[in-house]
């Protein structure tokens, strides 16, 4: 799955607004990308939330380009560390910034995840480095398919209509 310049908005998760908000991240496909956040923009309206939580087997989730709009509301660990099913997940931050455009990611963020049905935790860096986060391009995550084409395509076609639509209403 791939978000790109999406506006998510995370809202009171109960009525007495207590509790975490979480995006979940599934691995439904055997490709090694999961869910990517590409320079999408997080309107935290109410409680602590976190960037994603491991969901069925080998879960991955990563955020690349972030804004924050209330930056204080992401929990110091920024994902969830606990429950996870698998050691095999994959949960990373690229330049999160904050509303101003400041780059807010730590240089590290070294998280223990608390695995289902295991004793030992599985400990992870969740800070991208710039050779990992060079990975995720559409063209890298969707070999057979092109995004981008189809959407300048559907954005040009958008522009003649509209144009034609202002002729029409002179």
């Known amino acids: 799955m791939w978000f790109e310049r999406c506006r998510i908005v995370t809202e009171k998760r109960t009525k007495d607004g207590s509790g975490c908000n979480i995006i979940m991240a599934p691995r439904t496909s055997d490709t090694p990308w999961g869910y990517v956040f590409s320079r999408c923009t997080i309107e935290n309206r109410e409680s602590a939330f976190h960037y994603g939580r491991g969901w069925h087997t080998n879960p991955r989730c990563v ?45 590290t963020n070294v998280v223990t995840f608390t695995l289902r049905d295991h004793t030992q935790p599985f400990v992870a860096e969740t800070v991208m480095t710039q050779q990992e986060a060079k990975q995720y391009r559409l063209r890298t995550v969707f070999a057979d398919w092109q995004p981008d084409r189809e959407l300048k395509r559907i954005e040009r076609q958008a522009r003649k209509l509209m144009k034609r639509h202002k002729l029409n209403r002179r």
């Open 63 to 107: 955020w690349m380009y972030t804004t924050l709009l209330t930056p204080e509301k992401l929990s110091p660990t920024r994902f969830d560390p606990e429950a996870m099913k698998v050691s095999s997940n994959y949960f990373k931050e690229y330049r999160t910034m904050d509303a101003q455009g400041r780059d807010i990611t730590p240089k």
